[in-house]
């Protein structure tokens, strides 16, 4: 099956920094890549997602790139803001029938962004 | 609105207990989810049910009993709770028909079990 691997697992910048997080996936099949924030007690919130077909994907703040090739992705997000802290998870879609998504997550990457 | 929504959010129980935990969505997806968040917050999925049918169950001991009345719910039940069972459990749904498409998630119920 899939195994995603995630890095780091805590990273901290200073307010305005740009920080990346970097993932890697094993499934060759995996077309659709999700990251996801997760504020304290809350739900996983997608804020950004690329599929195999497109190499760089950017939303504001916030670019993904994938690397079929070397099967890693990353996530940048720049000119951090204190409101960025936050657990991000990347997490690779693998195919199956029966319709809908099977996710397999990364371990997770504490984000703090520091005054 | 709220788009997935799970009840309790939260549940102290026993061990040896039975419990049952309930998700609703209102997006008109047919497909949803059970995810269990582990203490390192690990999200590992257990089950995937499309239109009420169950398509993907990931080894989950069989205490776990998940039940779709329709399309719009799925709720999990937990037999003889066990302490390695604490985690947060995350109901998720997804776009009807559709692969490769955003998974919109509950807010979580957080099951202490002692």
């Known amino acids: 099956g899939e195994n995603v691997e995630q890095h780091p697992s805590t990273l901290s910048v200073q307010e305005g920094d740009s920080a990346v997080i970097k993932c890697t996936y094993s499934?060759?099949?995996?077309?659709?890549f999700p990251w996801y924030k997760q504020e304290l007690g809350k739900g996983p919130q997608l804020i950004i997602d690329i599929r195999s077909n497109v190499g760089e994907k950017k939303d504001q703040r916030i670019a993904v790139t994938l690397n079929k090739t070397a099967k890693h992705f990353s996530l940048h997000i720049t000119e951090t803001q204190p409101e960025d802290s936050a657990v991000y998870f990347c997490a690779a879609d693998s195919t199956f029938t029966g319709g809908g998504n099977k996710l397999t997550f990364g371990t997770g990457t504490q984000l703090k962004v520091e005054l | 609105d709220t788009a997935v929504s799970q009840t309790p959010k939260y549940l102290v129980t026993q061990m040896g207990n039975d419990k049952s935990i309930k998700c609703e969505q209102n997006l008109g997806h047919d497909t949803m989810y059970w995810y269990k968040q582990d203490s390192k917050k690990f999200l590992k999925i257990m089950f995937s049910y499309n239109n009420k049918e169950l398509i993907i169950n990931e080894t989950v001991p069989n205490r776990f009993s998940p039940k779709s009345p329709d399309k719009a719910h799925l709720n999990l039940h937990i037999n003889s709770l066990e302490l390695g069972d604490s985690a947060v459990y995350f109901c998720a749904s997804s776009r009807p028909g559709q692969i490769n498409t955003e998974a919109f998630f509950g807010q979580g119920t957080r099951l202490t079990v002692v």
């Open positions: 499934d060759s099949a995996s077309n659709y």
